[in-house]
Antibody, heavy 120, light 107 residues
């Protein structure tokens, strides 16, 4: 069974970097696409970006140059780094596997989510 | 960005009632649409992909339809466990975008 588990600090200070890890079991991250999605208070959901089976990445332009997604295939983990955070980055962060149907992507496995608060 | 507009924002339904949730895209997304259900304290669960394909393990009372810019999710007979928030998501163009969510409660 495919399982994803996020880990990382629940509290980050403004202007610092947010770093999260997604550990995957039951499936290799050298297949499919692996993404980060966040949910803000009030239900707004935002796709942040993904890292592909080959290691290529794609990011939401709204995050500009603040975001980086990397991976460690030996540990079957991928990572999120978001720089220069503000209080507006307070959200629940999810990692998820993306599959595709005739080229149309969807998220079929999700982690349980980690709530991150940006506050001094 | 493609904007996804869901309606209604919230609704309540009785046991056994048919429920329909709408999702409108700001441009044609050629059936590149998925639906998710999220229960309180849980992560989203995929219900429908490709606008109308039912994810394995999802009860058959859930169905998706639509084309172009207009899509809908139907629950044919509301059950207690169907309470939650429902989201649509498009994957035609980057950035992939989500609807604002529809909160479904049992009446």
């Amino acid at each position: 069974e495919v399982q994803l588990q996020e880990s990382g600090p629940g509290l980050v200070k403004p202007s610092q970097s947010l770093s999260l890890t997604c550990s995957v079991t039951g499936y290799s991250i050298t297949s499919n696409y692996w993404g980060w999605i966040r949910k803000f208070p009030g239900n707004k959901m935002e796709w942040m970006g993904y890292i592909s089976y080959s290691g290529s990445t794609s990011y939401n332009p709204s995050l500009k140059s603040r975001i980086s997604i990397t991976r460690d295939t030996s540990k079957n983990q991928f990572f999120l780094q978001l720089n220069s955070v503000t209080t507006e980055d307070t959200a629940t962060y999810y990692c998820a596997r993306s599959s595709a149907y005739y080229g149309s992507p969807y998220f079929d496995y999700w982690g349980q989510g980690v709530m991150v608060t940006v506050s001094s | 960005d493609i904007q996804m507009t869901q309606s209604p924002a919230s609704l309540s339904a009785s046991l056994g009632e048919t429920v329909t949730i709408q999702c409108q895209a700001s441009e044609d997304i050629y059936s590149g649409l998925a639906w998710y259900q999220q229960k309180p304290g849980k992560s989203p669960q995929l219900l429908i992909y490709g606008a109308s394909s039912l994810q394995d393990g999802v009860p058959s009372r859930f169905s998706g339809s639509g084309s172009g810019t207009q899509y809908s999710l139907k629950i044919s007979s509301m059950q207690t466990e169907d309470e939650g928030v429902y989201f649509c998501q498009q994957g035609l163009k980057y950035p992939w975008t989500f609807g604002g969510g529809t909160k479904l409660e049992l009446k």
